[in-house]
Every structure is written in C-alpha cells, then in structure tokens.
C-alpha cells in the first residue's frame, strides 16, 4: 500500500496514512527479524514517508484502526482498515489486515465490484 506506484496518488491525507501504517508495523516487529526490518527499511527510503517515523519515541501507541480514504475516478471511497496479528505460534509471520467500508457510498461500490467477480 505504502509504494509510490501504487494507491499512494489517490490516498487522501497520505502523510497521516503512511505514517500509522509504518509506525504499526515498526511496533509489530520483532527485534530479530531481519526480513521485516529490512522492508520496513525499504519503505522508510521511499519519496514523501514522513520522516518522523523513524522515531518510535515520538509517537503514540496509535489505534488499532484506521480510516483511509480513496480518491479515484471521481469517487471516494473511505475503508476501516484493522491491524491484526495471529496469537497461534505457528502463525506469527502473518500479518492481517482487513478493509471494511466507512460509508455508505464505499459499500455500494465494494457490492458493485463484488458483484462483477
């Protein structure tokens, strides 16, 4: 999500976005874990991340949610993202993230969409 190739032109308020999701990631990782250190890493090095993510000090535990708004085509389209992570062992490399509508409007277009699948 966090790539400048990707959604990041049509996320509203990016700089507040971006700065969550790598601040929950960067609390979610285990010290020793090379690989999720070096994508968070990656992402840190990409154009427009706001730089104050670096330092966990500096922010907030954060919530365990957050809304984002798309702007594509004329339409928004505002989801509730969650951040979760697995309790069982033999899962902790999953990381889920689950995207609900925050409006009506998103809900009519993700049944629109859900509806051509």
Request: charged share 15%; no cysteine; net charge negative.
């Given at each position: 999500m966090l790539h400048p190739d990707l959604v990041k032109p049509y996320i509203e308020d990016w700089e507040a976005v971006a700065r969550?999701?790598?601040l929950h990631a960067r609390r979610e990782t285990a010290p020793g874990?090379?690989?999720?250190?070096?994508?968070i890493e990656e992402v840190l090095a990409y154009p427009s991340v706001p730089e104050d993510c670096r330092d966990?000090?500096?922010?907030p535990a954060g919530a365990p949610?957050?809304?984002?708004?798309?702007n594509a085509g004329g339409k928004r389209l505002s989801w509730i993202i969650t951040f979760?992570?697995?309790q069982d062992i033999t899962l902790q490399e999953l990381r889920i993230e689950s995207f609900y509508p925050?409006?009506?409007?998103?809900?009519q277009s993700a049944a629109e969409l859900a509806?051509?699948?």
């Open positions: 969550d999701v790598v874990d090379e690989i999720a250190q070096n994508l966990l000090t500096l922010a949610f957050l809304t984002v708004t798309f979760g992570m697995p925050a409006n009506e409007a998103t809900e509806a051509n699948f």
